[in-house]
């Protein structure tokens, strides 16, 4: 390692840009480096298949800094140069260029990628994938010509392009594998809420089935086939069937990897000059007593801060419980906690689903593990209150709007 070696962050989306704001912010005055592979300087994505894509807020809303933030802060923005190899023992990264950076302290803050849908036809044109600016504003061009499109997969970008589709007047076709959309992440009777949204927006679902086949004429797209042969014709299809964590770097340099980049609570890795945060992370929770890989907004946006203390030698842990947010026509939802697929024993919901104003609640033996809020506000911080509490709670009480979530709590 060179004296005075760089800390350098491979990875500028949302986690890498607020990894080094918090440098700066806990007074690092040291050479910084951020390197990206994309060209546009660090933005965020929920927007993307939102409001920028209904083109209802201009593009230089998505960016987390202005383009002077970098240099009136000692930032070196290196753009659209993907790291290809990464040495720990020689604590230095290689650059797609040829070139080779020497770093004192690195925090792989690369994200994660749509996952293929691996069908005859996918590289057909007209086939589209959503994560980056430029895959929203091909969206948006896509929506003013197109009449009727195919979105497979139902899950929150699948649910949220076909929310900006139906918005620009396109026909749409939902094509899920399960028996409902979200139906893994939400249970039945919360998923069954999105499936009536999308119906009563005009939406055809079609659930437990899959693609076989994307068709095509002259090289572009002119349908799908499901399973079944069924034939759906379609201008363009939408991929949405989940992303994958970017840990190639972190593989190659042998750091452990389980699905994501294995971190303690102060997000370092198996080595102890190198960091990781946001998507690709997956980071052991005080809280809950496990690794988790959170792929969500408010994980990039907070995690960094604590990696870049931990960078900087303070015995700092990260215990935020996950959350996030979604928005579909008129709906707006946001979720805080973590239960997998079978983790809890009851759903509680609180309020109307019938008017889409509640909140769902996910319980293992009476203890609140997670909230959603659905068209209901200013609710965060007592759900939060109720997790973290890991107190029982009076099942009549959580369901009644009239008690108070702060009186919820089991008695003696
Ligand atoms: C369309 C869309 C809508 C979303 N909506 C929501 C939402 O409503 N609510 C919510 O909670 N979350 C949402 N998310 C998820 C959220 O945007 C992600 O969790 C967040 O972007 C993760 O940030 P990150 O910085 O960890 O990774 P990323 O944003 O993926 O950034 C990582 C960056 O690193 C780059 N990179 C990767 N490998 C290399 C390399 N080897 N060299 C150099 N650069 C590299 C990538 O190209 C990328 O620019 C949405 C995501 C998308 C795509």
């Known amino acids: 390692m060179a004296v005075n070696s760089p800390f350098v962050i491979v990875g500028a989306g949302l986690a890498g840009a607020k990894a080094a704001e918090a ?96 069908v005859p036809g996918e590289n057909l044109d007209g086939v589209h994938y959503l994560r980056r600016l430029a895959d929203s504003d091909r969206l948006k061009e896509t929506f003013r010509t197109a009449s009727r499109i195919v979105v497979i997969g139902g899950g929150w970008i699948g649910l949220e392009t076909t929310a900006a589709a139906r918005s620009a007047d396109v026909q749409v076709t939902l094509v899920e594998a399960a028996e409902l959309p979200l139906l893994g992440v939400l249970g039945r009777e919360a998923a069954e809420v999105f499936a009536g949204l999308h119906t009563e927006h005009g939406v055809d679902l079609r659930c437990g089935t899959h693609v076989t086949e994307i068709t095509g004429e002259d090289g572009h797209v002119s349908g799908v086939r499901l399973r079944g042969g ?39 890795s198996s080595h102890p000059d190198i960091w990781a945060a946001g998507d690709v992370a997956c980071a052991l929770h005080p809280l809950l007593g496990r690794h988790i890989r959170v792929e969500h907004w408010a994980n990039a946006l907070h995690q960094p801060a604590t990696a870049a203390r ?90 009644d709007v009239g008690v108070p979530l702060t009186e919820v709590f089991a008695e003696g």
């Open 23 to 118: 440098l700066r912010e806990r007074g690092f005055d040291g050479p910084l480096v951020l390197v990206g592979d994309e060209h546009e300087r660090p933005y965020e994505r929920p927007p993307l298949s939102k409001e920028y894509l209904q083109g209802a807020s201009p593009r230089e809303d998505v960016y987390v800094h202005s383009r002077d933030w970098y240099e009136d802060n000692g930032v070196e923005l290196r753009l659209g140069v993907p790291v290809t190899s990464l040495d720990p023992g020689g604590h230095a990264v290689t650059l797609a260029d040829g070139s080779s950076l020497p770093f004192a302290k690195l925090l792989l803050a690369t994200g994660s990628s749509p996952r293929r849908l691996p």
């Open 310 to 399: 931990s960078m900087l030698g303070e015995d700092v842990s990260y215990g935020r419980l996950p959350y996030f947010f979604t928005d579909q026509y008129d709906l707006g939802m946001e979720y805080t906690g973590h239960t997998g697929p079978g983790g809890y024993d009851q759903v509680v919901f609180r309020g109307s689903t019938a008017r889409r104003e509640f909140i769902a609640f996910w319980l293992r033996e009476r203890r609140v593990l997670a909230g959603m809020n659905v068209n209901v506000w200013e609710v965060t911080d007592p759900i939060r209150t109720l997790v973290t509490s890991g107190l029982p709670v009076e099942v009549a009480k959580l369901a």
């Open 230 to 268: 069924e034939r759906i014709e379609a201008d363009a299809v939408i991929v949405g069937v989940g992303i994958t964590p970017d840990t190639g770097l972190a593989v190659q340099a042998g750091l452990d990897v389980e699905d994501g980049i294995r971190v303690d609570a102060a997000l370092r």
